[in-house]
């Protein structure tokens, strides 16, 4: 904990006062002393929200990772059904037996915890004040109204709380963070209203019936979402491995988009301002920036001598055809202008269409940078490999006119830090990432995500 930014630390103190204060408040608010029906409801509650935690499935959309379960409903109906402060209570018990089980820093098991049953109490708090008490979730238009609302105030302060201690370990603004982590929670804020509302009423029949909800809302989602992973994961396994073939044609050009992309991630590091989302697809289209050349003729790449204008501009149409490839896969959809414009010029002579200046997409200006690099210091079949000092000195010649100064000039800074001017132009190794970002579900989790079990 101690290396994280102060104001995160102190935000974290404050999570857990305010929500130890507002469970206080809602115990006080209680009409009634907790009974066994109600610590019997709690319980199942509890072990539904375990389940659905441990249930959850992690998939790109779009090239960015989602975890998706139905654990926020259940936690969201804690506080309509168990009431805020039970409610509230059995929310963090689960999500910190949670954090124990997969082994998750304390800070962030902390955070989870506090956070979500925050957000539970005060929802639950926020519905029984507008709520008509002797009528179920679904009795009257009066109680859906409030259910709807509690479920927007629940939404609003589980991101709006991780928003402000996350977003100084990203080194973003707050309002910036709490922007990025609400538009990924659309899967969760359908179900919120909807399935928070008949938990309570299914609870009033009988406790035990929740359980018949084991099968529609954590097995069968459960399965399909794994389906899905499994699809976007082979997917980016193909393309990667198509382009990776192609790459095999030429033995001088052989593990160019794996050096490329390594190169991408170094200047990413230096721009650690950047939405994850875009980080993301920036990378994956660095993975297979090249891929257009399977429309390109074997004699013209690989043609030691002067191309002719035609060979030129067959090869030059690889960038716009690699783009039409990808534009058909989801998993792609936004690293498709990237592709297509990363032989683009800051200058503005550059192709497919003559993109100028900041015209050229940010991921497009970093690839051609680290696309260039990366050609001049390797062996090509028409001259041997230059230095890694002559390459930047190449590079900082083009600065302003065929590159993106700022990008050349991170370029350099990474590589400098990192002790490497005068090595061999290897991959370079990537510092431990520092930012911590927010899932989709509002957990506090590390920034990179592989597998849930490992890096949640």
């Known amino acids: 904990m101690s290396e994280l930014p102060v104001r995160t630390r102190l935000y974290t103190v404050i999570l857990v006062l305010v929500t130890l204060g507002t469970l206080g408040y809602a115990w006080a608010r209680a009409d009634r002393p907790v009974d066994g029906m109600q610590l019997a409801t709690a319980g199942i509650l509890l072990l539904m929200i375990l389940a659905a935690e441990l249930l959850d499935v992690s998939f790109p959309h779009s090239v960015i990772t989602f975890h998706v379960s139905v654990s926020a409903a259940f936690c969201f109906a804690a506080g ?71 479920a927007t105030v629940y939404t609003v302060v589980n991101t709006g709380s991780l928003a402000l201690i996350v977003a100084p370990v990203m080194g973003v603004g707050t309002f910036q963070m709490w922007r990025a982590n ?191 690099f990366d050609a001049m210091t390797s062996d090509r079949i028409y001259r041997p490999a230059l230095s890694v000092e002559v390459a930047f000195e190449e590079l900082r010649k083009g600065s302003g006119s065929q590159f993106d100064p700022q990008i050349v000039e991170l370029f350099q800074q990474v590589y400098e830090a990192r002790g490497l001017l005068g090595a061999a132009p290897t991959p370079l190794p990537l510092p431990e990432r520092r930012a911590a970002p927010v899932d989709v579900r509002g957990r506090f989790v590390p920034r990179t995500i592989v597998k849930r079990r490992q890096a949640s």
């Open 80 to 150: 309509l059904t168990a009431g805020p402060f039970l409610g509230g209570i059995i929310v963090a018990i689960a999500h910190f037996a949670d954090g124990l089980y997969v082994r998750r820093e304390m800070i962030k098991t902390i955070v989870n915890s506090a956070g979500l049953a925050l957000s539970t109490a005060v929802s639950g708090l926020a519905y029984f004040v507008v709520a008509d008490p002797a009528r179920s979730t679904l009795g009257n238009a009066q109680n859906l109204v409030a259910a709807i609302a509690a």
């Open 182 to 372: 609400f538009s990924g929670l659309y899967v969760e804020l359908l179900t919120l209203a909807t399935l928070g509302s008949v938990i309570p009423v299914l609870v009033d029949e009988n406790p035990l019936s929740i359980v018949l909800l084991m099968v529609p809302l954590l097995i069968g989602p459960h399965l399909a979402f794994k389906g899905i992973r499994q699809a976007h994961h082979e997917t980016r396994v193909a393309m990667e491995g198509l382009a990776n073939a192609l790459e095999r044609r030429d033995p001088y050009t052989f593990r160019h988009s794996i050096r490329v992309t390594e190169y991408t991630r170094a200047i990413l590091e230096m721009m650690p301002q950047l939405p994850r989302p875009t980080i993301d697809a920036i990378v994956a289209a660095a993975q297979v920036h090249d891929l257009g050349k399977v429309g390109s003729r074997d004699s013209s790449l690989k043609k030691p001598g002067e191309l002719t204008p035609q060979e030129r501009a067959e090869i030059q149409q690889h960038a716009a055809i690699g783009a039409e490839i990808v534009d058909r896969l989801e998993a792609y959809r936004p690293s498709v202008a990237v592709i297509r414009h990363h032989h683009e010029r800051w200058d503005g002579s550059g192709y497919p269409d003559g993109l100028a200046g900041e015209k050229i997409p940010l991921g497009a200006r970093i690839i051609a940078v680290a696309d260039a």
